[in-house]
């Protein structure tokens, strides 16, 4: 799972929080909403849409590396976005482009004439110094902690803290379970050389194994490291072989591990996870 999915996922559960990073007050409750651009079928990694008539909307890029045009990119899609709904043309909207490192930031100079307003349709801020300075955080912003610790040990010595109180957020605990999930996975994405055992003893949790999602979770790792085995091996698209494994059980997976060790054709990885199913 990638970094954008997990902010997009924090967000649905959580838009507060993206008002909260902002220092902004909302005039009303927003939903978080992934969009389908038609005309180039890309998908808008996220629209915070008011539930209320008269309120702005926000149009959110999150940008995990170096891209010079990210700015004209974002001017496209939220343009396509208005042309594609002219029922919606004239309301109030926003560009936030959200940095996870400073460095991927190419400066509001390219875009050129358009910079010359730019601060009254476009907003754009890095984690680390949104995360840094921001005032009295809530328990929402632990979630995202993890991304500017400084190495493991500060894990180990604060997650357990940040575990408890998001456990108090007044919320539902559904909610408050699926926001500690994205704290562990936010933690395996900066340091991949934890494991979930090790992520899920830091911060006392239940172990990552003896969850539902988080034998998801592993599951979608393994999945990824047998498809990159598998294309190496045989020379089979990595897609294909995800496409195999999609419906293979966390545990078939491990055994699917074994099995790849001494499988000497494509083929009888596709007649071993047949049999698995045919099994289930």
């Known amino acids: 799972m990638n970094t954008d999915r997990l902010f997009y996922e924090y967000?649905?559960?959580?838009?507060?929080?993206?008002?909260?990073?902002?220092?902004?007050?909302?005039?009303?409750?927003?939903?978080?909403?992934?969009?389908v651009v038609k005309t180039s079928e890309k998908r808008l990694d996220g629209v915070l849409e008011p539930e209320e008539p008269g309120h702005p909307r926000y149009f959110l890029e999150i940008q995990g590396y170096?891209?010079?045009?990210?700015?004209?990119?974002?001017?496209?899609?939220?343009?396509?976005?208005?042309?594609?709904r002219p029922h919606l043309i004239g309301e109030e909207w926003l560009i936030v482009v959200l940095f996870l490192d400073p460095s991927y930031d190419p400066g509001l100079q390219t875009l050129g004439s358009m910079n010359r307003n730019s601060q009254d349709w476009l907003k754009q801020f890095n984690l680390v110094d949104a995360l840094t300075h921001l005032p009295n955080p809530t328990p929402l912003i632990n979630v995202l902690r993890p991304l500017i610790a400084k190495d493991s040990l500060?894990?180990?010595?604060?997650?357990?803290?940040?575990?408890e109180a998001i456990r108090k957020i007044p919320t539902q605990k559904a909610t408050q379970e699926r926001l500690l999930q994205l704290m562990v996975q936010f933690i395996g994405q900066k340091f991949t050389q934890l494991a979930g055992k090790e992520i899920t003893k830091m911060l006392k949790l239940t172990p990552v194994e003896e969850t539902v999602w988080g034998r998801e979770w592993?599951?979608?790792?393994?999945?990824?490291?047998?498809?990159?085995?598998?294309?190496?091996?045989?020379?089979?698209?990595?897609?294909?072989?995800?496409?195999?494994?999609q419906p293979l059980s966390y545990d078939?997976?491990?055994?699917?591990?074994?099995?790849?060790?001494?499988?000497k054709t494509y083929s009888q990885i596709e007649a071993w996870i047949a049999g698995r199913l045919a099994v289930a």
């Open 218 to 245: 592993l599951a979608e790792g393994q999945i990824s490291l047998l498809s990159e085995q598998i294309e190496e091996k045989f020379g089979i698209d990595a897609q294909t072989a995800v496409q195999k494994m």
């Open 154 to 163: 500060e894990i180990g010595a604060k997650g357990p803290g940040w575990v």
């Open 252 to 263: 078939d997976l491990r055994l699917l591990g074994r099995f790849l060790l001494k499988a």
């Open 11 to 35: 967000f649905q559960t959580a838009p507060q929080a993206f008002f909260e990073l902002l220092q902004i007050e909302p005039g009303c409750s927003y939903r978080f909403e992934s969009l």
């Open 66 to 84: 170096p891209d010079p045009s990210i700015y004209w990119r974002s001017v496209r899609q939220v343009g396509t976005f208005f042309e594609q």
